[in-house]
T-cell receptor
């Protein structure tokens, strides 16, 4: 039981390049989330998927797209990376319901030059 | 919409001393409250949560928090900290109105020194 896994762990991009961050969970959770963490800003929600087949914007969606590929997998795509997207990205999952604990992956550290 | 304020960005404390990390929230509807901990270079893990019932909530690693509705607070406490408690702590809130996502505070770095 691996929980929430994220790939890659580290990535360096040049401005304008694209990439996809992968996330998978093996807990049979309905809901999945993408956050970014910046120093002094806490975690900010980028996109979430309340259940398979649905996605919604969070607080900071600009410059990102997501795909809920199936119940297990939720990917985050940067179409044209910008230095402002340098951050640590966390994926999380939970059972449906806002009272439920979210389980977090180990994070992807992304640097955009 | 809900919001969370963590009043201290950093709290230095000596080993075996008590500590309190402060959290205040704002919401127009009933809330669920959470404390998460992040150890260096790791993801977040749940320390404790308040859903309803008793206002004093006990969590892992000897932490506890008290929900105070009148003061809209959910402060985290530990009577005696260890070096291993050095980490960043995040308070978070969601609501019971429809589908609510978690809103996190900016975090408090707890620095425990010998």
């Amino acid at each position: 039981n691996a929980g929430v896994t994220q790939t890659p762990k580290f990535q360096v991009l040049k401005t304008g390049q694209s990439m996809t961050l992968q996330c998978a969970q093996d807990m049979n959770h309905n809901s999945m989330y993408w956050y970014r963490q910046d120093p002094g800003m806490g975690l900010r929600l980028i996109y979430y998927s309340a259940s398979e087949g649905t996605t919604d914007k969070g607080e900071v969606p600009n410059g990102y797209n997501v795909s809920r590929l199936n119940k297990r997998e939720f990917s985050l795509r940067l179409e044209s990376a910008a230095p402002s997207q340098t951050s640590v990205y966390f994926c999380a999952s939970s059972e449906l319901g806002s009272y439920n604990e979210q389980f977090f992956g180990p994070g992807t550290r992304l640097t955009v030059l | 919409a809900q919001s969370v304020t963590q009043l201290d960005s950093q709290v230095p404390v000596f080993e075996e001393a008590p500590v309190e990390l402060r959290c205040n929230y704002s919401s127009s509807v009933s809330v669920y409250l959470f404390w998460y901990v992040q150890y260096p270079n790791q993801g977040l893990q749940l320390l404790l949560k308040y859903l309803s019932g008793s206002t004093l909530v006990k969590g892992i690693n000897g932490f506890e928090a008290e929900f105070n509705k009148s003061q809209t607070s959910f402060h985290l406490r530990k009577p005696s900290v260890h070096i291993s408690d050095t980490a960043e702590y995040f308070c978070a809130v969601s609501t019971n109105s429809g589908y609510s996502t978690l809103t996190f505070g900016k975090g408090t770095m707890l620095l425990v020194s010998p």
